[in-house]
């Protein structure tokens, strides 16, 4: 397997975190343009992962901070449900996304790389998006400037709420 070296994850990975990154999201909103967040609103907010799976993935994030869907609220489970339906739609027309992944990873075992804070994610996809450079070279490619696509989806997210 050849490896694709990607310096800038380095800083994710060997950050020393005392708090939840989500949380320091939720409590500095003048930083959002920085953060990549689309949207706040009153139980939930949808921020840009910073190190996609696709060009345009993002993640729906309750305010509340826990790592049990269980612990939340019917108004903050429905909220961030109409976000997920509604990013799923913003998805499909502003990026033309045939298909989209919709997951969330409850725990370490489950996979989640923050796993103090529950989130949605929804990945954008394409016909052809997993070619032969990921069959076969095991790098992911992806080709599509992120400031651009968080302009278009905030924009987008902007007109709804």
């Known amino acids: 397997m050849q490896h694709l070296c990607a310096p800038w994850r380095s800083e994710y990975f060997s950050a020393k975190k005392d708090s939840c ?5 939720i409590n500095s909103k003048e930083d959002d343009e920085k953060n990549g967040v689309l949207f706040r609103a009153k139980h939930c907010f949808g ?12 993640m729906i994030i309750p305010n509340h901070h826990t790592d049990k869907i269980e612990e939340l609220d019917e108004q ?13 739609e913003i998805l499909k027309r ?10 969330m990873n409850l ?9 103090e804070h529950v989130h949605y994610h929804l990945v954008p996809r394409w ?11 095991d790098v992911r490619v992806n080709g599509t400037p992120f400031h651009p696509l968080y302009q278009k989806l905030k924009k987008a997210f902007s007109g709804v709420i």
């Open 21 to 25: 990154v989500f949380c320091e999201v």
């Open 47 to 58: 921020i840009m992962n910073l190190y996609p799976y696709s060009p345009g993935h993002f």
């Open 76 to 88: 903050t489970w429905f909220e961030m449900s109409k976000f997920v339906r509604l990013g799923v």
């Open 94 to 103: 502003e990026l033309h996304a045939q298909g989209v992944n919709i997951g």
């Open 107 to 115: 725990g370490k075992a489950a996979g989640a790389g923050i796993a």
């Open 127 to 137: 016909s052809g998006d997993t070619n032969f450079i990921t069959t076969i070279a």
